[in-house]
């Protein structure tokens, strides 16, 4: 079985810039969350999905941030400008309908640098 | 306002000891607590968990200790080996919540484990 699938795995854009990172979940996994890691620190929740909808998007940082999920299949996070605080690991996770962590598997993350 | 904490940014014990790795939280609703472990360019792996009616899980050389009064959770790993070297973070989530599998890091642990 693919786990979950993210790239590019790491993007350098400059300041103003527009970048989109993609996340392509376990199959049939309906649930998909957006994480996030600044500078070493904790990694924070951006949004979740279920299936196309988003069930929960309290931890986007502000409306330079866009994530879709057409068709409830791949996922993209737009980041339009970029800001230098935008800087981070970016990472993905999906798991299977219902109640239970059984299953909840995180991709390799993006590494964005906005210089 | 952070509501996971991992005090000890790193830790380094000797191959066959004890490694004993915390955490604290703040929310009280929190009822389910993971443990992750990441390697470099990787993302988290997860480990173990427990859930808030129980105070102790085993698996293998890893237990998960739970005190909900002094709301502390531990992760033992006995014998520790050179492969546990790693980044280990403390997660949890209010699994009666709205944004089932929405989950709360700590800033994780470095934990080096020499031969």
């Known amino acids: 079985e693919a786990g979950v699938t993210q790239f590019p795995s790491h993007s350098v854009i400059e300041k103003g810039q527009t970048v989109t990172l993609r996340c392509d979940p376990i199959s049939g996994h309906d649930n998909l969350y957006w994480y996030r890691r600044v500078m070493g620190k904790e990694i924070k929740f951006l949004l979740h999905f279920v299936k196309e909808s988003k069930q929960d998007e309290s931890g986007m940082p502000n409306n330079r941030f866009l994530a879709e999920r057409t068709g409830g299949t791949y996922s993209t996070l737009k980041v339009q400008p970029a800001e230098l605080e935008d800087s981070g690991v970016y990472f993905c996770?999906?798991?299977?309908?219902?109640?239970?962590?059984?299953?909840?598997?995180f991709g390799s993350g993006t590494r964005l640098t906005v210089v | 306002d952070q509501q996971v904490k991992q005090n000890s940014p790193s830790l380094s014990v000797q191959e066959g000891r004890i490694s004993i790795l915390n955490c604290d939280y703040t929310?009280?609703?929190?009822?389910?607590f993971l443990w992750y472990k990441k390697y470099p360019a990787e993302g988290p792996t997860f480990l173990i968990s427990?859930?808030?009616?129980?105070d102790k899980n085993e698996d293998g050389r890893f237990t998960v200790f739970l005190n909900k009064s002094a709301k502390h959770l531990s992760l033992h790993i006995v014998p520790s080996q050179p492969g546990d070297s790693a980044v280990y973070f403390c997660?949890?989530?209010?699994?009666?919540?709205?944004?089932?599998?929405?989950?709360?890091f700590g800033q994780g642990t470095i934990l080096t484990v020499h031969p």
């Open positions: 997660a949890a989530s209010n699994a009666g919540g709205t944004s089932y599998g929405k989950l709360t």
């Open positions: 427990i859930s808030s009616i129980k």
């Open positions: 996770a999906s798991r299977p309908t219902g109640l239970s962590y059984y299953g909840y598997t």
């Open positions: 929310n009280s609703m929190f009822d389910y």
